[in-house]
């Protein structure tokens, strides 16, 4: 696997809230697309909230705080998450991390699709979460219908896993 190498220029983010969950981290990494967390937004950004009721869904952008340093940086890797769904790491192909969901990256920066229940002042009450407890939020993002992809394509080695072991 080849390292990033390179540019030093430094992005300094300010978290504006952080993920509560009572799912332990096993359950977290097991793709339970059913985890309740609420995400706290901190007291200086609770104006930005301003608007959000009415919403279904919100995209919640997250810092990836678990990541191990040898987990950073990388730029192929293997979809090892497919090897719960019955694949073995010989048969799986190396990949750009850019066609991956793999929290393997240049940068350890998360993006979730959740579901909105309620918004109680600075809480939001949410399900879908695949983050841990205690995972920083950098942003949120209303979901919007322009944001859907009606037509679309999937490339081949994506359709091979798919058609052997269903949606992926």
Do not use: C
């Not at 952080?18 to 332990?24: D, G, L, M, Q």
């Not at 301003?50 to 940086?73: A, N, T, V």
């Not at 192929?76 to 048969?91: A, I």
């Amino acid at each position: 696997m080849k390292r990033l190498v390179g540019s030093t220029e430094k992005i300094v983010l300010k978290p504006i809230g952080v993920i509560h969950t009572n799912a332990s981290d096993n359950q977290v990494k097991e793709e339970n697309r059913e985890i309740e967390a609420i995400v706290e937004i901190f007291p200086e950004f609770e104006e930005a909230l301003e608007g959000l009721d009415g919403y279904s869904h919100l995209f919640i952008i997250s810092y990836l705080h678990k990541l191990r340093p040898d987990q950073i940086g990388f730029l192929k890797v293997k979809p090892k998450r497919l090897t719960r769904r019955g694949f073995s790491l010989e048969e799986l192909p190396t990949l750009g991390v850019f066609a991956l969901d793999s929290p393997t990256r240049p940068n350890p920066i998360g993006l979730t699709l959740v579901r909105l229940h309620k918004k109680d002042h600075r809480n939001l009450s949410v399900t879908g979460i695949d983050l841990f407890d205690g995972t920083p939020v950098i942003d949120i993002k209303a979901y919007q219908p322009d944001y859907e992809a009606t037509k679309y394509s999937m490339p081949e080695w994506y359709l091979k896993i798919m058609n052997r072991n269903g949606h992926v």
